[in-house]
Structure formats: C-alpha cells, structure tokens
C-alpha cells in the first residue's frame, strides 16, 4: 500500500499542529508543508511582547519550549515533515488532486499531488484603503517580518508620536508597548464607538480605555482614518475626520478578514463572513480538503450563526482533530464559544460568548447585569476589585455572554475559563450562581464574585434588583430636568463631598441605619442607591422596594466602577 | 396572615446567609438565628492567615467587605435578624414545631417556635482520643476563640518547635503560619501514606511534601500519633508509632465530622457518613426542617455516592438555595463535585472531582494521566511550571477527578476552575483537549496545558501514549534486576552526569537525533525515554514504538516532576 499524501498550505500555527500530530499517527504518511513566507510556525500572539522586548530576541517566538528553533531542518529531522518556505499554492487542481506551487526565490512551478490537502491559508491584515498607506515607517503587525521592520524603526529612528489606529486586541497590546517600553507619545484611533468592539459592551470596554488614559495614551473612539500624510516618504501626519495628529510611526490594526482566495478559486464553499465553510470535521464542501484556523468561519455553539474567530488557541485545537480525521479517529469539533483575554498595561480584560448588542442582534432578549467584588477574600492583603458581566436570554434564563476586567494577573482568566468551558452547555444563570469554583482566601472569596454574579442576574431576572446602569445613573445626576435623588449608602465622610457638589440630589443614609430611617426619603422621587461596590445599594434598593417606593434603583458597580471607567463625579464641571 | 417564623441554628456561614437572603426575599418574615458560640458570622477559612499576620486583626474576619462588623446589633439593625449568641439548641419538638434553646450565660431555658426550622450545626473536630490532648498548648483551631488562644500563645510564649497533627489543608495552612510567621521548627504528622489524603493521589501529594521540606518542615507520613506529653501541665512532646517529637505547641488538625447529634435526636434521618440526609431541597426527612453546610451530606455528581464536603464555599451556597426554597422558589441543589484549592508557601494545589483512588472505589476501571507544561506561553518572562493530573474512565472516557500543582498565583486556579464548571456534565477527554481556555501569551499557551492534559489522555487511552510513572520508573532505575535503559532526549550536557551515574543504564540521543539513531537502542529491553517535562519524551515513545520497540515507555512528567517530587537522581545513594 502507499503511503498517504498529504499536503498543508501554511506553515504558522494550524500547519505545522496538523503536521507533528499526523506524524505521531501515521509514522509513514508523507508530509509536506508549503508557506509563501520565509518565517514559519512562529507565535504571532507573541508579537506585540517581542516589541516590548519582553521577548527580546524572534527566534524565541519561533522556538520550542525546549529551545529548539522550528526550522525547515526541525521539522525535516524532528518530525519526518517536508516544509517548503518561500513557496505560494498557487491553484489547486481538485480533479487530479494536485497543488501547483511556485517557488518564490527562482519563480520555479511545480506540482505536488495529494491525498488529502490542508488548507491553513490564515487571514490577510483588513487595511482600510486610504492614501498614505505605503509611506514608511507605517506598519501593520500582521506577520513577523513586518514586526521585525518595526522594531529595526523603533530602535534605530528618531520617534516621538505614535498612532495605532485600530482598538482591538492586537492595537492596544502594541499601544502598550509603544507607549510604555518606548515612551512614545501614542494615540488610539478606533473607527466604532468604543474599543474592543467585537468582545466587549461599551461599559466593560470603558475600563479599557480609562486604563489606556490612565497611562498617558489618547483615545479617540467614534473617529474615521481618512489619510496618512508624510514627508520625505516617511509618515508624519495621520488625518481622521476629527482631527490631525502627528506620528513619526503608525501601526495599522484594524482586524484580519480570511483568507480564502485560493479555496474560493478552487470552488469550494464559503460562508456569509468570508471564510471558508466547513463541517464538524473540518472538511471543506471538498471531503478531500480540509481547513481551519483564521481562513475558515465556524458556527457560535451560542447563537448557531456563523462566526470568525481568529485565535491561534483554535487554530492548534482545530489542527488536531483535522490530523485525527485524517488518521481515521471519529472526532469532531463543534463549533465555537468564543474566549479571549488581553492584558492591557496593569489591567486584564476578557470575555466569552457574545456581547449584549450581538445577542439582540442574533434575536435574543438579552438582559445585561454587572457585579464588582474582590478577586479573594476581602480580608486578605492583594485582593484586587473584579468587574463582571454577564449576558443572558431574559425568558430562558441562559447566559449567553461573560465579560470580565481587573487586575493584570490571572483572577480574571481563573472566572472567564470557567465560564467558557460551560457556555456549549447553556448554562442558566442558577448554574453560574452555584459554580463549585475552587476556594480558599488566598484565591477566592467564599461565594465568589462570579457565583454573586449570576445571582444578582437571577436577582434582575425575578424582578427584585432593580439597577440603574452607571452611564444612565450619571447622566440624570446631571440632568436638570431629572428628579432622581441618590441615596448614599457608604459612611458619612466617604458622602460629605458628593452631598456638597450635589444639594438637593444627594443624601447620605449608610447602610445599617435605612431601614430605620425610611421616613427621611421621598416617596415621589426617582431614588438612586448607591454605595462602593453595588452591594450595600442592592440590598438597600430591595428594603426601599418592599416597603413601597415604587421607583427605587441600585447603581450597578457603585463608586467603584465610576471610578474604573473614568468617571468623576467630583471633577470640575465638563 | 402572620409573618414566617424562621429559626436557624448555628451562626458561622450557612446560618447568617440564609437569614440574610431570606430577609430580601421575605420582608416581613421573623427569622432568629441561635449559635453557642460568642463570635458569630466568621470566615473560618480566614484563620491560618489570622495566625500567619496576614490578617492582623481578628475582627476582620468578622467584617463584612465594607468593614462593618457581623455582630449581633449588625444583625438586628441592618438585616432585621434576631440573633442569640451564646444560646444552646438543646432538642427540636417536630411535632409542636419548637426549638428549646438554653441561654448559656444564665442557663435560662425557653422555647423557639418555627414554621421552619434551618440545622446549620456544621462540624465537630474529629479528634483521636489520645492521652495529653487536655494539656496547654494544644490545639485544634476549629473555632475562632481556639485561634485567638493559639495565637496568644505564639506571640506570649517561649515556644521552638511545634508539630502539627493532620496533614490536610488546614494543618498545612497552619503549618506555614507556624513555620514562615513564627519561625517555629515545624513537623507534619499524617497518618495516612501521604498528605491531603482526601484530596490527591500520592504522586501529585508528593509536590506539596516536597514544598514543605524545601522550607525546612519535617513531614512524616504514615504515623501514628500515640499521645502528648507534657511538664507542668504543657505540652513537651509528641509520640507517635515511630518516633518522640519535641514540642512546645501542638496543633491536632485531623479533620472534622458532621455534627448531626441535634437532628439524630430529634430523629431526622441521617446518612452513612453521619451527615444528615438531605433532598435536592435541602430539606430533611422532616420537609419543614433544612440542613445546610458541614453538618450534612451530599450526593457527589462524579461518583452518585454519598460525599462530604464541609467547605465554606458550598455552605454559602447552599444557604441561598435554602432560603430561596423557604421563600418558595423552584429552586434545586444538584449535589457536588468538589473543588479544592490550598496555598502551601509558594506553591498552590488544587482538584476537583475525586482522586484515582477514590474513583477505583467507587467502582470505575479509572486510569490517570499526568502532564507538565507552562503556565503561559513558554516565551514569556514569568512563566512557571504547571503539573495537571487527569482521573478517567477507561471504558467511557469520561473525567472523574483533576488535580493541579503550580505557583501560589492564580494560574492553578484558571485551570481548576475550568474543569470543576464541567464536571457535572461528565465530560470527556476530548471535551478537555478541546477546552476554550482564553489565550493571550501572557496568561496561557495557545495549546493550554490543560487542553494538553485532555488530549494526552485520549492518547494513553488509544494506546497511542504508553507511559511509566516517575515512581516506578525510578525504581527501575534502582533496580538491579530492572533490564531497563533510560533514553534521555535532552541536549548531551544535561544528559551527562546521568549517564556516569547510571552506567549502562542510561544514554542519551537528543530528540531530534532519535529517529535517525535508532539502531543505537537495543530491541530486547525496556527503554525508558525522559526530558524535561515529557513532551520530547512522547514524541520519542511513539518513535519507538512505530519502529517495532515493543516494551517502549515515556516517563511522564520528565526531569521536571522528579524535582518537584523531591526526588534527586543524582544525590548520593539512599
């Protein structure tokens, strides 16, 4: 018998995992791996840490753990796998299972035939088209010789400003290293209304970027690139519809779309977003030809509708079931639930499901809650504030999205882990509730956050919490025309100067004395509770309910996630 | 209509909370809370950090986050709760629906009546009966005034050497508090064959033994205590079966038992563990008297068996359920899986579900599996390494048990908070290898070295792994009877003094030599492949194994868990 042919296209992340694990399953199949880059399987995630210099030297993003480079000679003596860089598939001929390559060094074609073909053609950088783009010193990120052309600019250029245009996870992970390993005075330009747009709801990402702000980075949200202006060739200027600003350096990070030209060329299916389709076993609509990773789309297991998730985690978990169907293991890969983190300068952010506006959009009546609460017992030195969110279909009680913010350790990736491992079982928000997350003070609190979490959702649900979000709560402190009145639930000391700023609107009743002192409040006014963290004003919103102020509200978050989202009530007036 | 009378006995956790959310939910219930201790509402789980000065003051474990302190006028001003300290529950009239209390101060005798009555009465230490255990300076730390005399006597007494009795996790925190705060000369006596018995099986046990005498504390396993010994009515010394430990303070952590005794008199059905029965409810036999907490117990999700649990964790949870039932909501307490996590000085261990031991007496054919692998990506500063260890049934694939060791930061916690939210759903190994772990290099691999652990798994269970554990590859090793050869696939010099130590019994063929040097390795023994964390020493494996080595082995865990287990191929001879 011969042995099987396979051939894989792409050579970064998805190839190379389908390649080792092939290898390790059929000791005599033969493997060939062609990528049109001259850099393969490297971690591209590591890029914005190699322009930090927290990874000082690129050969570690293209290094085992066990320090071996993974170079055409590592895969050839190592593994028994044939890559050819510099070589782009050129069509594929699905009759006569051929791939017509060309060697990009001599311009060389060839032909390799298969038995089976892999596609990992990955995505291609989503520029949006204006004039300037070719000027120098602008960047994109999107692979490691570009990453290494910036690094050479940052170390060897005289730079002061910086523009990242583009607020996704890729845009502030290289602000980050730009503003604070190379001191440059860096801005953010995001096209939508607010940063990280696909993961996260706009009060989530509100930390984000009071974070960034924090930091000395600008932020503009809601604003348009228009123009990259420059002299000499090099950039100078960057021009949006709201302003011009100067930049000695521009990275460009405005998303990745798939890249699936060559299966499209080839007339196989692909989806509604782009990508290329495929089934449980990731094979295309040819069973012969498999893909995944960046260049395919998958189905969300939480609204069943198509979704692109460029992760180098899927594209290695994708990876090996195509190996294992290939070998003839009865696998499948279900689909996608969506998880992320990104660290952002002393904060971590991350989410898993959808976003309240993507599940109204994919038809759910989808309800928002917000919780704020330490990360470990309150009476342990290190606790640090954790902001969760959770999404949930209002008559079923399922979560459909979590979103998470706090200190830049692992608290944060400790919550979303667990909650992206339960969304393919549609947990409701009871499950949540009880979590047997793992406990003891040093790392969570008896009931952890997460479990107050989907409470306080079962809470809203049933009618007994009524919230106010932050944004709406502020906003009708300042409005003339509202008749709201905050009752302040902390002490008397931490009240006095809110009290002062705002006569008439706020009072201070703490805690422990307003179920005693009702008597104080007014019954025809729209009351707001509000305290440090949302607790205290919870439970003092359910005491003003029962006792029947009709229109009585807690703030989600209280003081604390004002002060997280860079909000001051205390600050001159705007 | 009258109001719900709600009596609650037992004031720690489970009590308070289900008097606190019952009051939300039932605004004009009358709800009385009696407890014989003094102190009231107390994070138990706080005190080895209150006896490590890591929380100072004792009154913060009485603190709520917002520092006001949980005591009686707390209680009655801002929850509207009765509470009685001091206060006895001596014996429950079911037929008449009272409680008859007896005031411990004046020894006043008088009767509660209930519409529903809540058994919060946790657990009792589960001393063993040994002569000296009245003598001072023994403790048992199960209540707060037992840590505030402990305590007193650390700080006001000449103390050198201590030995801890138990070592589960409340010895063991103790046991830092006494070694790092106090400098004390600390010994650990387990009767069992390794620590936290409960919790691990003995390979991964072995790490936090290792951790422990790395700081210096003596651990002995397998011993008996015998009795105390003391001079003037002090504690001096500790003998065990094997041995006479000096000894001016001793701490007897040997576990808790239900304390059902209120509910077996009153003749409430109690289980085989002698935790009080219990439906889905958390109702007893009796459907107007609830149990909660430490005096009863579960069903366990993995097993179907009767489990006891007395965690913190799960009586605050299992309070709000048992509030919300008493308010009449459709509420359900499934059972418990169990999760654990313990800080032992800079090492954190946590688990979930039951160990391989537990599982094969449960009656599953159950294998494990045990990986390691970075806690991030491996080329980020700051990485540490992880130890995962999977507990499976052979035949279903299913997960029973995890169980993880790593540094005293959160990353054990992402990891174990994960598996613990799917247990109930019994997942499989390919469910593991398939986890949506969030990834960012600075927070996991992109391969997390859990989803490693999941698909590791499914290759030991297809045969396609075949691995020895450190243990019995080290006895080979020591074995003159062993035919077996160690192939170490690391680079020559770290090879190097193992081959002079083990002459012929030890060679080395770096990883990516092996497949070209196969002729090197001898077809009639055992060959043992090992590296560094067992990566490269699978690889080898199945290498050989393709290649007709049939008595082929990876050493799972590589140099890495030998270190980690304390075990020094290189130290001079036993």
Excluded at 127 to 146: D, I, M, S, T
Excluded at 450 to 477: E, I, K, P, Q, S
Excluded at 509 to 522: D, N, S, T
Aim: glycine residues 8%; proline residues 5%; charged residues 20%.
């Amino acid at each position: 018998m011969l042995s099987m042919r396979v051939v894989i296209v792409g050579a970064v992340a998805l190839g190379p995992k389908v390649a080792c694990r092939l290898r390790r399953l059929l000791a005599d199949a033969e493997i060939t791996v062609v990528d049109q880059d001259r850099f393969i399987s490297y971690g591209g995630c590591g890029i914005p840490y190699y322009l930090a210099d927290e990874v000082p030297d690129e050969n570690q993003l293209m290094s085992t753990s066990f320090h071996a480079v993974r170079d055409v000679r590592f895969f050839r003596e190592a593994k028994g796998v044939t890559v050819l860089p510099r070589t782009r598939a050129v069509a594929i001929d699905r009759e006569r299972r051929i791939v017509a390559v060309e060697d990009l060094e001599s311009g060389a074609r060839s032909e390799l035939p298969y038995d089976r073909l892999v596609l990992a053609t990955g995505s291609v950088s989503s520029v949006p088209p204006v004039p300037g783009r070719e000027l120098a010193n602008v960047f994109f990120v999107h692979n490691l010789q570009n990453a290494l052309d910036l690094k050479k600019a940052l170390i060897t250029e005289e730079i002061g400003h910086a523009v990242v245009v583009g607020g996704g996870a890729i845009g502030l992970e290289v602000t980050e290293a730009l503003a604070d390993t190379w001191n440059l005075k860096t801005t953010v330009v995001e096209r939508l209304g607010h940063l990280l747009p696909q993961l996260f709801d706009a009060n989530v990402a509100a930390i984000a970027e009071a974070t960034l702000r924090a930091k000395g980075v600008a932020v503009h949200t809601g604003e348009s690139l228009l123009r990259l202006e420059g002299e000499g060739g090099k950039v100078t200027r960057v021009v949006t519809d709201r302003r011009t600003l100067p930049a000695e350096l521009v990275v460009i990070a405005t998303g990745v779309r798939p890249n699936a030209a060559l299966a499209r060329a080839a007339g196989l299916a692909v989806g509604p977003l782009g990508g290329i389709t495929v089934n449980e076993q990731l094979q295309t609509s040819d069973p012969a030809i498999y893909a995944g990773g960046d260049c395919v789309e998958m189905t969300s297991l939480v609204t069943g509708k198509p979704v692109f998730a460029p992760l180098g985690s899927l594209a290695n978990r994708e990876g090996r079931v195509i190996a294992d169907h290939i070998a003839g293991k009865p696998v499948r890969f279900d689909g996608v639930v969506g998880s992320f983190i990104v660290k952002i300068f002393d904060s971590a952010l991350a989410a898993a499901g959808v976003t309240q506006e993507q599940a109204v959009a994919a038809g759910f009546d989808a309800v928002r809650v917000l919780v704020v609460g330490y990360d470990r017992a309150h009476f342990m030195p290190g606790k640090a504030i954790l902001v969760l969110q959770l999404i949930v279909d209002r008559a079923t009680r399922r979560v459909l999205g979590f979103q998470a913010a706090g200190p830049a350790n692992d608290a944060v990736l400790a919550r979303v882990n667990a909650v992206a491992a339960l969304l393919k079982h549609a947990p409701t928000v009871e499950e949540i509730g009880q979590l047997e997350l793992a406990y003891s003070p040093p790392f969570a609190s008896a009931m952890d956050t997460l479990n107050a979490l989907g409470n306080t959702a079962g809470n809203l649900l049933d009618g007994l919490y009524r919230c106010m979000t932050a944004v709406d709560a502020v906003a009708a402190l300042r409005d003339p025309a509202s008749d709201v009145l905050f009752v302040d639930t902390n002490a008397a000391k931490s009240a006095a100067p809110y009290i002062e700023r705002y006569p008439g609107r706020w009072v201070n009743i703490p805690y422990q004395q307003l179920p005693g002192r009702l008597a104080e409040l007014p019954r025809e006014r729209t009351l707001v509770t509000i305290c440090d963290s949302g607790i205290r004003s919870f439970e003092s919103q359910v005491v003003l309910s029962a006792n029947g102020f009709a229109r009585a509200f807690a703030m989600e978050g209280g003081l604390n996630i004002l002060k997280r989202s860079g909000i001051d009530l205390l600050a001159p007036c705007p």
